[in-house]
């Protein structure tokens, strides 16, 4: 199937199912590759392109020739991951405004409680078995993804997720 058949746009602009359909299964691939390339998350690219499709579904109407259609879906991904990059440097920067404020704020017996809720939670870590402290370590210390952690220690993806659960179930036994 191909949007470049004006009645095939002509179906999508008037939210025919199977236009619709066919929109979708054609532009997944490449525009799911192209979010990837930059955000370098499965997870968050998914998240990213249904953004997009929904984004480009409700301006249908405003497709207007077949031949811009492919320009219009990337720059509309373009500027999606653009927002999600500003979003991601929002977030950030309210969590280090969050807790500069926090220490700026905090009193010494809260900084020694805190300090001993460091070091309880520190140990506990070090009783974890070696390869789930490992998958803990480069998953909340490196912020590496899911399937980054699978490559760098030659395991899959849900072995990667069924550590870091039982590593937050042993974790939160031990501090309990």
Not at 31 to 47: A, H, T
Not at 87 to 116: P, Q, W
Not at 128 to 156: C, H, N, T, W
């Amino acid at each position: 199937m191909n949007l470049s058949d004006p009645i095939l746009l002509q179906d999508f602009k008037n939210g025919e199912k199977h236009a619709v359909d066919a929109f979708y299964s054609l532009y997944k691939k490449p525009v799911l590759r192209f979010i990837l390339s930059m955000v370098k998350d499965p997870f968050e690219s998914e998240g990213i392109f249904h953004e997009v499709f929904l984004k480009i579904f409700r301006k249908r109407c405003e497709l207007e020739s077949s031949d811009r259609v492919q320009s219009y879906i990337f720059t509309i991904t373009k500027n999606e991951v653009i927002d999600y990059f500003k979003r991601l440097k929002r977030d950030r920067e309210r969590l280090e405004s969050f807790y500069k404020n926090r220490i700026e704020d905090s009193t010494g017996e809260e900084m020694a409680a805190e300090e001993m809720i460091f070091q309880r939670l520190e140990s506990a870590v070090d009783t974890l078995p070696y390869q789930r402290k490992k998958v803990l370590e480069l998953s909340y210390f490196e912020d590496k993804s899911y399937q980054e952690i699978a490559e760098e220690l030659g395991i899959s993806k849900n072995t990667v997720k069924n550590h870091l659960i039982k590593a937050r179930i042993n974790l939160r036994d031990r501090l309990s």
